[in-house]
């Protein structure tokens, strides 16, 4: 017993003799729990908590009845109406948002709608989540702004998709307008026992809220899909694979790097120091094999992801090759400011992981900004997987080139990241190892 007494001690003693990687240990639980209990508090509800849906309206009749519908949409939980500029104002204009990306649900409010006239709907299929949010919000601001009116038109295109023939409408209509509260109603109730949607914002039960919308209410739906989309993948496996290939590779090339530190620990940097080799060259080397290691190791997870998932990776062959190595130079920079500013190993372990979870977390690897919450979105774009997965997910789900100005402002970040963090990592460098 003794004997066992004396090892525990002297792990003990091992693990507390760095201070700041005893620190780090702490910190790693303390940010998880911090950065996910407030992310889920937030997605749980309250002001503001749930996430918000982007659509862009496009109101063509202008008329009071159409402004008080934009007016009870825009108030509708969980949507954020942004108001096309004269520049964007047109039906294409909006599908080619919608086509690249820029929006996924585009709402046209045609003339006429104070007639009866059918809504406009251009959408991207592949957000479902998103789209069940809309719905409701379509749902909500329709009996707002119509009031008991939209009990008929439910009714009358439920009888038009069952073949009532026409000449019977208008006796239906005439037979059935006292009722026509009770749709009012029964939506209240829906609402109240939670049968129009649940906490994952998916229909409960066994309600279709998409397919009660198309083909109940007065809205015409047309799917955007770029002609290039893999068609057996779906928006969550494309974000999956980019999500965690970047994170991955952030993991991958931090411990790359790392090898500046074994190399002090170990003497064999000192040793390289007095030799006519400049000392930035050093440093620079590093840099370069990290990158190289870091775009190998992204193309051969990407081909592996076109094996196992069917993407094609093939046709996009340069596209991946320009974003993995903007994404490489920008980890790499990541990588080396870890490296340089650890005094020992545990310490870049610590650090590195807490930096890269926390980062991944809120800059979308994890699962797609467009469920998080408004202030995690807003955060992310100060992070670097933010930049690189929106690059990929550009190629993959809306089949842009690197050529894309949507995805040249990505490359543009990574590369000003990638470049200011290597300037850091090459400041620190010099006050720590050239002066010890």
Known sequence: MRAILLLVGKDLRLFVRDPVALLLAVLLPVALVTTFGFIMSNMGGGSGGMPSVDVAVLDLDDSPDSRAFVAAFSAADGIDVDI???????????????H???TPFALIIPKGFDGGAELQLLRDPGRNISQQILFIGLVRALIEARGSDIAWDIQSRTMRAAGIPEEWMERVETFTR????????????????????NGDGEAGGDFDMTRFVTQALPINATDIVPEGRDKQITYMVSHAVSGMTVMMLMFSLVGYARSLIEE????????LLVTPIPPATILWSKLLGTV??????????????????GLDVWSRWDTLLIIAILTSIAVTGFALVIASFAKTDKQADGLSTIVILVMSSIGGAWMPLMMMPELVQTLARFTLPFWSIHAFQRTFWNDQHWTSPAILTDLGVLLAIGVGLSLLAVTIFRRRYLSA
């Open 84 to 98: 096309p500029s004269p520049a964007n104002a047109s039906i294409e204009a909006l599908t080619t948002a919608v």
């Open 100 to 102: 690249d990306g820029d």
């Open 178 to 197: 006292p009722f026509a509260g009770a749709i009012e109603t029964l939506f209240e109730e829906a609402e109240t026992q939670g049968l129009l949607a």
């Open 264 to 271: 002090r620990e170990q003497g064999s940097l000192r040793r």
């Open 292 to 309: 190289i290691v870091g775009v190998g190791l992204t193309l051969i997870l990407f081909a592996y992801s076109g094996v196992i998932f």
